[in-house]
Nanobody
Framework: QVQVVESGGGLVQAGGSLRLSCTAS????????MGWFRQAPGKEREFVAV????????DYADSVKGRFTISRDNAKNTVYLQMNSLKPEDTAVYYC???????????????WGQGTQVTVSS
């Protein structure tokens, strides 16, 4: 069983930056990708970004392309989400997940963390 723990959320003004971290424990070869998702009040959980452990292939939601960057540190079993040029509409609980593949994560299938709140003030 893979466990993931997120950290790094907080309150920031519009235009500011935050970096989220997600550490996976119990990772095995069957968990090949990690992803970030978010859920705003009254909305469904949505895909933000994903990366593979091997090769570092990435994919992003159109709404964050050019502003967010996902990266990984294999030695630390940690994935990061660097968020720049933040907007009030980025406000949400951000979740990290470990999955079998990019495709499975985009179907919201994986092992989930508890989430970390990101609030962007205008």
């Amino acid at each position: 069983q893979v466990q993931v723990v997120e950290s790094g959320g907080g309150l920031v003004q519009a235009g500011g930056s935050l970096r989220l971290s997600c550490t996976a424990s119990g990772r095995s070869i069957s968990t090949s990708a990690m992803g970030w998702f978010r859920q705003a009040p009254g909305k469904e959980r949505e895909f933000v970004a994903v990366i593979t452990w091997s090769g570092g292939s990435t994919d992003y939601a159109d709404s964050v392309k050019g502003r967010f960057t996902i990266s990984r540190d294999n030695a630390k079993n940690t994935v990061y989400l660097q968020m720049n040029s933040l907007k009030p509409e980025d406000t949400a609980v951000y979740y990290c997940a470990a999955g079998l593949s990019i495709a499975s994560l985009r179907r919201l299938s994986g092992s989930w963390g508890q989430g970390t709140q990101v609030t962007v003030s205008s």
